[in-house]
């Protein structure tokens, strides 16, 4: 079992910045693919950003590439979302996910393990 807690969500203006941080706890943080999802209300939970264990390539949804950067700690057994020029059509809810498999990571379905979602609202 992994047990995953995010923080860092808030609200911001448009053009600002935040960093999430997703804390995990449980089994070897280092074994897992990790990502992050949103979900905006009344839309479906879509891909972020993802960070592979295996060679620890990052992966971006076109909408968040050169905006977004995903990285994880290892030794901290956390990973983060570094996320500047933010656009208010980032808001949602945003989610760490954890997976061990290493494949289909931008597919909601292909994770194992959920975190609770912090809430990211852009707005002046």
């Known amino acids: 079992q992994v047990q995953l807690v995010e923080s860092g969500g808030g609200l911001v203006q448009p053009g600002g910045s935040l960093r999430l941080s997703c804390a995990a706890s449980g089994r070897t943080f280092t074994a897992y693919t990790m990502a992050w999802f949103r979900q905006a209300a009344g839309k479906e939970r879509e891909f972020v950003a993802a960070?592979?264990?295996?060679?620890?390539?990052?992966y971006y949804a076109d909408s968040v590439l050169g905006r977004f950067t995903i990285a994880r700690d290892n030794a901290k057994s956390t990973m983060y979302l570094q996320m500047n020029s933010l656009k208010p059509e980032d808001t949602a809810k945003y989610y760490c996910?954890?997976?061990?498999?290493?494949?289909?990571?931008?597919?909601?379905?292909?994770?194992?393990?959920w975190g609770q979602g912090t809430q990211v609202t852009v707005s002046s």
């Open positions: 960070i592979s264990w295996s060679d620890g390539s990052p």
């Open positions: 996910a954890a997976q061990v498999l290493d494949s289909g990571i931008a597919t909601p379905t292909n994770y194992d393990y």
